[in-house]
């Protein structure tokens, strides 16, 4: 960032917050907020609105490393950031911290999530029309009931394994397995992989010791897929990416795969959990639910509003000097859309208590050209299955106290670690596996022999770039399309979810 550290640090007049708070407890070089570690993981909230508090709709933070970028908190400039990409670029190339050495990108954690890629989410203009348009024909090939169908599938798969026992930890056997299971059958890949796939990316995402290795095994599965769809192309998005008329290479179609896989996984993962917290701690919200006040969409949607699966996106990098939210923002400046801070936005959102019913505006998905394409599909998986779930355990209970609910967090996400219930053990239903295509070998863990993915090392430069910046971090059987012929294993008939949890709290 080319400001001097006083504008960095300026406090408005009459808004210095008082001493203890989030916003000065986080101080980095230069007294600018740091947006890592431990008061952004404890209380995020509690950190965008000391720095709102502060600075106004747009805040100087620190990331990791004390990388200075601009966190955009008010709602209107969160829009307006988004939706002008000739002055906000998506192509990190643009960032003037590659050149000014403020980042090692040999060894920076922000580089998986600010380093440049051959996708769409870094590409401007008519790049983005390309590789957005394959994306978007790959996603919207299927129509909802069949996606629906096979959620519905998977769900009482799930459910089948642990309904006997009494008990369950929600996220790590229900949340984080569904939407990988749903979204690793959409790339065209075996049932089989989808295990597998949650153990790898789970491990991903935590950043541990063997982090790079799961990384490799999920870039494995999907060269594999690749070369599988090749030659016995179905009806599926990694097919569908293939044939598509803007003539993405293998590169370009690895790169979107991994993309659709891990921007739709953890976040509909993140949805889930946190629209079941809910149900199981807050009795206004069930008994809204129950009573028929609020629909399961509307729920989620108001989860949407109020927790969203990604809280602060990365990020845009400005094409020019220009003025936002009275800040002076120079050409090369990265900004962050701070879009749990925007959906809290007092501008916009006077009572954040009020339901919001029907309201879909809400920054979770973002705005503009790169808002997200699979939105629809992380909205069904999230309904349909939190549907099954509390239709065939509708008298699910926290089975911890409330204050011992932990979770993880990044400066991007919060994930709720544990959702312990427990529920009256019921016999499990027998939805079985329909017949699948034949798989592709399973992978083994460890370099693929001939990578498709490129080695780590500087992306092609902009061609107005001085210097190149880094390149990313290295790293089935198709089942013949969501939509093909019915093969729902769905329950006989029985009273809605709705009716037994209101019988459930009319027992109790
Ligand atoms: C609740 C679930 C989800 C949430 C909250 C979410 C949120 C987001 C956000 C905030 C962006 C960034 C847009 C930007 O940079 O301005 C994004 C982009 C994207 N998402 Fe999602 N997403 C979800 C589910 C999914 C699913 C299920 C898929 C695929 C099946 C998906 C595919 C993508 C892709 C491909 C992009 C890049 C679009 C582009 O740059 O043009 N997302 N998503």
């Known amino acids: 960032m ?3 550290p006083a504008e960095h640090t300026a406090e408005k007049a ?29 209380d995020p909230m509690g950190l965008y609105e000391a720095l709102r508090a502060e600075h106004g ?4 933070v620190l990331l990791d490393g004390d990388v200075r970028a601009w966190l955009v908190l008010g709602y209107l400039e969160n829009r307006d950031v988004a939706s002008r990409p000739t002055q906000y670029s998506r192509d990190p190339r643009v960032w003037h911290g590659w050149r000014s050495g403020e980042i090692d990108p040999a060894t920076s954690p922000l580089v998986p999530m600010i380093g440049w890629r051959p996708d769409c989410v870094c590409a401007d203009g008519e790049e983005h029309q390309r590789l957005r348009g394959a994306v978007t024909a790959g996603l919207s090939q299927f129509d909802h009931r069949g996606v629906r169908r096979h959620i519905t599938r998977f769900a009482h798969q799930l459910i089948d394994t642990f309904c006997e026992d009494g008990e369950v930890e929600l996220v790590g056997q229900f949340t984080e397995h569904l939407p990988m299971l749903t979204l690793t059958h ?25 982090s790079l290795a799961s990384n490799a095994y999920v870039i494995e599965c999907l060269e594999q897929l690749v070369v599988a769809k090749r030659s016995r192309p179905g009806q599926d998005i990694a097919s569908a990416l293939m044939a598509h008329p803007a003539g993405l290479t293998d590169e370009e179609v690895l790169h979107h795969l991994r ?18 917290r809910m149900v199981v701690t807050d009795p206004r919200f069930r008994g809204s639910l129950a009573g028929g006040q609020m629909t399961l969409p509307e729920a989620v949607e108001q989860v949407l509003w109020d927790e969203p699966p990604l809280m602060v996106c990365p990020g845009r990098w400005a094409n020019g000097d220009t003025t936002l939210g009275g800040r002076q923002i120079k050409a090369g400046d ?4 701070g879009l749990a801070a925007g959906n809290v936005d007092k501008a916009i959102r006077p009572d954040a208590s009020t339901p919001v019913h029907h309201n879909r505006a809400h920054l979770s998905f973002s705005a503009g050209t790169h808002e997200c394409p699979g939105q629809d599909i992380g909205r069904i998986i999230a309904d349909a299955g939190i549907d099954i779930l509390l239709t065939r355990l509708p008298d699910i209970a926290l089975a911890v106290p409330e204050e011992s609910l932990s979770w993880r967090s990044s400066t991007w996400a919060r994930h709720l670690t544990a959702l312990p219930v427990h529920f009256a053990p019921r016999v499990p239903e027998g ?26 090392g500087p992306g092609p430069a902009r061609p107005s770039d001085q210097a190149p910046p880094p390149g990313p971090v290295p790293g089935g059987g198709a089942t013949g399309g969501a939509s093909g012929p019915a093969s729902e294993h769905g329950p006989g008939p029985r009273a809605t979810w709705r009716t037994r949890v209101m019988r459930f709290l009319r027992r109790r």
């Open 2 to 4: 080319t400001l001097p």
């Open 14 to 42: 009459g808004a210095v917050p008082p001493p203890g708070c989030p916003a000065h407890a986080s101080k980095g070089p230069g007294g600018a907020t740091r947006l890592y570690g431990p008061a952004a993981e404890t």
């Open 57 to 60: 709709p747009v805040a100087p």
């Open 186 to 210: 959409l790339l065209g890949m075996s049932d089989e992989s989808g295990p597998r796939l949650v153990h790898a990316a789970r491990d991903l995402f935590k950043a541990t010791e063997t």
């Open 259 to 276: 993309l659709i896989l891990l921007a739709g996984y953890e976040t509909t993962a993140n949805l889930m959990s946190n629209v079941l």
């Open 334 to 337: 990265m900004l962050l859309l």
């Open 431 to 456: 939805h079985d596996v329909p017949n699948p295509l034949p798989a592709p070998p399973a992978p083994s863990f460890g370099p693929p022999s001939a990578p498709l993915w490129p080695s780590p």
